[in-house]
């Protein structure tokens, strides 16, 4: 048997797994990250974030589908866990939000399939990754390493073997189409010397002392004279209440205020040009994640659409197929599909969801009660007929 999965198994505390980050910009050789040192990053926390809860936000459906037509399974197993929870512990979008997080941060999701008797789905397992290990065997198939956590599966500490058929296994881009690898790993630098950039700013912060001016006398003070020096400045123009009071200075004393640094201000633009950079490998964009440096109502609202097209669409569909094979039967995965409803992100924006609405049952698309049904209202009397266009009038207005 083959070792695919190149994580330790020895214990390591996040401490530990930290550290082995902070080594890359000391000398010691790039190392991989992990996903508890990496999400310190406020960048890498946000993006995983936005993309992990904006799917486990969208109403999945089952259908079953035939040449001409697409009928809701609402029965199917499947909709049962999306409805009920998909264990003891995890609803719907708690499950997906971390099954996505898990990809994201560690290449790979992996949930343990639980059935019945009758070979229902009947609950999904989380199984970390960095508890897990997969194996190739001599028939070409994997198997699964976990060892249980306490709560989970029971006391804790065991291991669990179970094969690709009970597994539900979610690759970020793979090397060899079996394991998927971590963005933390194929961009390690790119995120070490993000926390590099933070770390000398901690330690900025917490050593260094700027102060935001300085009095400067002619000749030397005596002791007397510095500390009723110090006295007046204090009591009269330290602190809020004091703000903006004219100085009086005597003696040819001066005052001089103390800007931003250039080594300062360098160290904001590396570490804003960092939070750009990780918003590019997870493929965010910035506005998304609250950096509206370059952000404006229109482009920010762009950005929107952008992130559900070519960011959580592409997710949502690598979810489908995965489930679909996973979750389904062989003879359902001939005609059954999973879906998650990306419309369901025009609720946060009524006015394209409105518009949308009445394009469709102006085009005979949608009746006014299949509209009704979306948004979630009963139907009404005379819904199911569709309305006629309107008829044109020559001042270019509608009758």
Known sequence: MKILDLFRREKRSAADRFSSIMAAHAGVPLVALSSIGAENLSMVYAA??????????????VYRVTPKSRQLVDDHPLMSLVRSGVNHHQTWPDFIEWLVAEILLQGNGLARIETDGNARLTALWPCPWRNSSAILTGSGRLVYDVTEMAGIYGAGGRMLRFGQDDALHVRDRSDDGMIGRSRL?????????????????????RNGMTPSGAFSFEGKLSEAAFARAKQIIEERF???????????????????????TPEDAELLESRRFSGEEIARIFGVPPAIVGDLTHGTFTNSETAGRWFAQHTLRPWARKLQAAMARALFTEEERRDHEIEFDLSDLLRGDPESRWKSHQIAVAAKILTPNEVREIEGFNPR???????EP???IPNGGVA
């Open 381 to 387: 009397e005379g819904g199911e007929e569709f309305s």
């Open 390 to 392: 309107a008829a044109a």
């Open 48 to 61: 995983t974030q936005a993309i992990a809860g904006g799917l486990a936000s969208l109403p999945v459906w």
């Open 238 to 260: 330290a602190g809020t209440s004091n703000a903006k009071k004219v100085l009086l200075l005597e003696n040819g004393a001066k005052y001089a205020p103390i800007s931003v």
């Open 185 to 205: 790993s194929r961009a390690g630098r790119a995120f070490a010397t993000a926390m590099a950039t933070d770390e000398h700013a901690e330690a900025s912060f």
